[in-house]
Each structure stands twice: as C-alpha cells, then as structure tokens.
C-alpha cells in the first residue's frame, strides 16, 4: 500500500497522524538524495547485467556518494595534513623543499 500525503482521517489518533507527518517528511529529504545519485553517480542507467549487476550498481553509487561526503567534510583536514607533510617538519632535507 503506498501512502500519500494528504488529509488524515478523522479516525487516526493524534500518534498516528505524527507519525505519518514524520514517515512523509522523511521521504521527502531522501527524494532529493536519490535525484543527486541519479544525476551524478550514474544510477539512472545501469550497464551490468542481471540482479548481482544491479546491486553492484547501487552499492558503488552509494560509496561514491559517501565516499564524497565524507572528502567534504574531511578537506580542511587534508589541507592542514598536506602543509604540515611539507613545512612542519624541522629537518630541511631537499626531498622535501618543494617550493
């Protein structure tokens, strides 16, 4: 049964209507993730054949979706690691002198 939103009825209790505002609102944040996935990572049109292809489809759309996420909010970090690996150390071997 698929459930859209709209009116409750007068026969749901205040719990359940909470609770399906709450299941809609849920969906609604999701849908835009799914759009983004079809849209970047190639989920629109797989290429690998049978069910076992499917599934590799999604799961590598999903670690590359993560996988960016998780760069995004790492990048400042990566940025201070990188200038440190170059010009903290206190030895100045010529290996390292880059600039």
Request: hydrophobic share 40%.
């Amino acid at each position: 049964k698929i459930l859209r939103p709209g009116r409750p009825k007068k026969s749901d209790s205040p719990y359940q209507r909470r609770i399906a505002r709450e299941r809609f609102r849920r969906r609604a944040g999701i849908e835009p993730i799914i759009g983004h996935l079809k849209q970047d990572h190639r989920l629109s049109r797989n290429y690998l054949k049978g069910v076992l292809g499917d599934a590799i489809n999604l799961f590598m759309a999903a670690a590359a979706f993560n996988f960016r996420k998780w760069i995004r909010k790492f990048e400042h970090f990566f940025a201070l690691f990188t200038l440190w690996l170059f010009f903290g150390t206190t030895t100045r071997q010529p290996s390292m002198m880059i600039l």
